[in-house]
């Protein structure tokens, strides 16, 4: 009997899930992340699961796994010491940039540029140049390229990135300088940038490849220390690494391309979001991941996430494919702090994992998001079923002699105060993706998840005037979930840029038949052909003038691609940039092609969805305890506490009331209503909703 695991690294818990392929039945697992080697905790969690459910080590067939290892090092700039090899006259790429400052233009004179990824020292130049079409004007010099290779092999460089001009239009420059690196220098990892992006500009893809770069010791040897350990145990499943874009990839496949996990763990909570949101018949939701250490938004429309060909990670953008999140410095260990001693502030600092909240009683001091919880009565003094125990009276000291005294204030109305600047921060952040991109938030449904997705989402709900909130089956561990219901994936670009007035529509097809060809080999590679592949198109296209494009799906039919598809493509465009943009100029204004690509999709069988058994039951069934609980306008209540795997389906509860699971708990705030449907979610409502 075959098992599927999917395991997500988060900054205070490692969760884990088991899904019988046969019968559908999933069994969730949490255990404290371990930072200083994270996987030890991906494989304590693999293993104290299949111990409590009883599989044999060689049943599993299939672990996914996402990762923040990636995120972490760009973060706190752990990649490795590299060098860079450009073409002659571009030495200074990385230093000029895009030459932006942030803010106004006021704040000029104390802006300082950050470091360079590559610091200009470790920089070196190679004669060799490629035209904007990707023909050679001047042979690359293989002997200067050989010699910069020893150069850095002397200095103890065993990381080099190489980014030559328009190599995106012809690779064989790039290619051959990596022979020539690992001829003299066979133990240096080596990345070059039209493998790491197919794209042009030249600062961007520089800067991807250099990080990419960068990371490759790092990640691989993640990798590997994860093979060993599971090779250790007995598991000689295959492993999966999530990517930024939603899809998964094969272990070995990702070592080389490291860039593409920066968002590893995130995107697989939006995969499964994407399916509850479906089954709950609320396609367009904006969803907040609430973490230990940060809440991660996405809007969702029509079932479906926005995708970016470029994103932010801390300071530097990065080209790879990603789905379009925004991160806000709110999670369960955000800490509370007097700004001038009487400005109460919220984050972005976090107590992680370790110490953690005051209440976890690992050494923490500072009082955090979670011990503001605790206090009000919302969080039991246990989590994760009882595994760990919390100290309610010294959550409550913290608040008291860091916030509450010094403010000159009631311990509770500190903790409430907590409370209020944490979804302030959230609520913010939902309005970047949503707001200032045209949408109102109250046209959507919010689902929320995370370890602490549960315990702000009606808060956060109430200040957006949203109606309807969305609790997934397992909120805790809905991110290692959706590492279970993803296919392998792999994107392949090309720049080409062309007006719509002067199209060359064999070329273009003639270029989507090279990419095309390309990720059926990457598939391939994965174990997958014929039927269990799939194959779609994309454009990115702008006005003539803009600075940046946006991403129109193409029509491929039996993997050709037609004039027409084309054209309707730039047809759909217009819609594309109204939607986005508010505005459009069909008609008045040509449109270019800047990229054509193709993505692909390695096909896994669906897994089987075990069915809601409950019995006959009321809340009252569902009842285990009461406790006291602060509430801002009714304050202190007998608060009911539901054990959530005792609820009966389709009967609402109202608020004020706490639903505690295994992984999470979900706090139902005045006027709010909850009730669970046939798939195992939560729905809550605002109560003047009902008739």
């Known amino acids: 009997m075959a098992w599927r695991i999917g395991v997500d690294t988060g900054g205070t818990f490692t969760d884990v899930v088991a899904v019988n392929e046969a019968t559908g039945k999933r069994y969730v697992r949490k255990t404290s992340s371990t930072p200083d080697d994270p996987s030890r905790a991906f494989t304590q969690g693999i293993l104290e699961l299949l111990e409590e459910v009883g599989v044999d080590a060689g049943d599993v067939s299939f672990i996914s796994h996402?990762?923040?290892?990636?995120?972490?090092?760009?973060?706190?700039?752990?990649?490795?010491?590299?060098?860079?090899?450009?073409t002659r006259g571009y030495r200074e790429m990385l230093e000029v940039g895009r030459q932006t400052v942030p803010g106004d233009f006021g704040d000029i004179t104390w802006w300082l540029k950050p470091p360079r990824v590559v610091p200009l020292e470790l920089v070196r130049e190679a004669a060799g140049r490629l035209d904007f079409k990707g023909e050679e004007l001047t042979p690359l010099d293989e002997a200067a390229v050989s010699a910069i290779a020893l150069e850095f092999k002397a200095m103890g460089i065993n990381a080099i990135a190489v980014s030559f001009l328009h190599s995106y239009r012809n690779p064989a420059h790039e290619q051959r300088a990596r022979e020539l690196i690992l001829a003299v220098h066979p133990e240096c990892f080596v990345s070059v940038s039209s493998d790491v992006i197919r794209e042009y500009r030249e600062y961007e893809r520089t800067l991807s490849t250099c990080l990419n770069t960068g990371l490759m010791p790092l990640v691989t040897t993640y990798l590997n220390r994860l093979q060993t350990r599971l090779a250790s145990a007995d598991i000689a499943a295959r492993l999966y690494v999530m990517k930024s874009s939603g899809g998964i990839i094969h272990a070995s496949e990702m070592a080389p391309q490291p860039i593409a996990a920066v968002l590893s763990g995130p995107a697989a909570g939006i995969v499964t979001a994407c399916y509850y949101g479906?089954?709950?018949?609320?396609?367009?939701?904006?969803?907040?991941?609430?973490?230990?250490?940060?809440?991660?938004?996405?809007?969702?429309?029509?079932?479906?996430p926005h995708m970016l060909?470029?994103?932010?990670?801390?300071?530097?953008?990065?080209?790879?494919?990603?789905?379009?999140?925004?991160?806000?410095?709110?999670?369960?260990?955000?800490i509370a702090w007097l700004s001038a001693g009487r400005s109460l502030r919220v984050g972005p600092q976090s107590a992680g994992a370790q110490p953690g909240p005051v209440c976890y009683s690992r050494g923490g001091t500072a009082p955090a998001l979670t011990d503001a919880h605790i206090v009000l009565g919302r969080v039991s003094p246990y989590?994760?079923?009882?595994?760990?125990?919390?100290?309610?009276?010294a959550a409550r000291r913290a608040i008291e002699e860091q916030i509450a005294r010094p403010l000159g204030i009631s311990v509770e109305?500190?903790?409430?105060g907590i409370l209020d600047l944490a979804t302030n921060n959230i609520a913010q952040g939902i309005n970047v993706v949503s707001v200032k991109r045209g949408r109102d938030p109250r046209d959507y449904a919010l689902m929320a998840f995370g370890g602490a997705g549960g315990l702000n989402a009606c808060l956060v709900a109430e200040s957006l005037g949203i109606e309807v909130i969305i609790a997934p089956p397992s909120p805790g561990v809905t991110s290692a979930e959706g590492l279970l219901s993803t296919n392998v994936r792999s994107?392949?670009?090309?720049?080409?840029?062309?007006?719509?007035?002067?199209?060359?529509v064999p070329r273009l097809i003639r270029?989507?038949?090279?990419?095309?060809?390309?990720?059926?080999?990457?598939?391939?590679?994965?174990?997958?052909?014929?039927?269990?592949?799939a194959v779609t198109g994309f454009a990115d296209m702008r006005y003539a003038g803009q600075a940046y494009e946006v991403r129109v799906p193409m029509t491929v039919l039996d993997a050709a691609l037609?004039?027409?598809?084309?054209r309707n493509a730039i047809k759909a465009f217009h819609r594309a940039h109204d939607d986005r943009f508010g505005y459009e100029y069909e008609g008045r204004h040509p449109v270019e092609i800047v990229n054509i690509g193709a993505t692909g999709f390695g096909l896994f069988p669906p897994l089987v969805t075990a069915q809601e058994q409950r019995a006959d039951c009321s809340w009252l069934g569902a009842r285990k305890d009461v406790r006291r609980g602060v509430f801002r306008g009714v304050g202190e209540v007998e608060l009911p506490i539901y054990e959530r795997s005792l609820a009966p389906i389709g009967v609402s509860v109202p608020g004020p009331c706490i639903i505690e699971q295994y992984d999470s708990t979900l706090v139902v705030e005045p006027g709010w209503r909850a009730a669970l449907d046939e798939a195992g979610q939560i729905i809550l409502t605002h109560q003047h909703q009902e008739a």
Request: aromatic share 4%; hydrophobic share 40%; charged share 25%.
């Open 383 to 393: 989590l994760l079923g009882g595994s760990i125990r919390l100290d309610p009276k």
């Open 278 to 304: 479906k089954a709950a018949g609320y396609p367009n939701l904006i969803t907040i991941d609430i973490g230990g250490t940060s809440t991660d938004i996405c809007l969702i429309d029509q079932g479906t």
């Open 413 to 416: 109305d500190a903790a409430m």
């Open 511 to 533: 270029e989507f038949n090279t990419i095309h060809a390309q990720v059926i080999d990457d598939l391939a590679r994965e174990g997958f052909t014929g039927a269990e592949t």
């Open 491 to 504: 994107d392949r670009v090309i720049t080409d840029v062309q007006r719509e007035d002067a199209l060359d």
């Open 562 to 566: 037609t004039e027409s598809a084309v």
């Open 309 to 334: 060909t470029e994103g932010r990670i801390d300071i530097y953008n990065i080209k790879a494919p990603m789905i379009d999140m925004h991160t806000v410095g709110a999670g369960g260990g955000s």
């Open 66 to 86: 996402g990762t923040t290892v990636a995120t972490n090092a760009i973060l706190e700039s752990r990649y490795a010491r590299l060098g860079l090899i450009v």
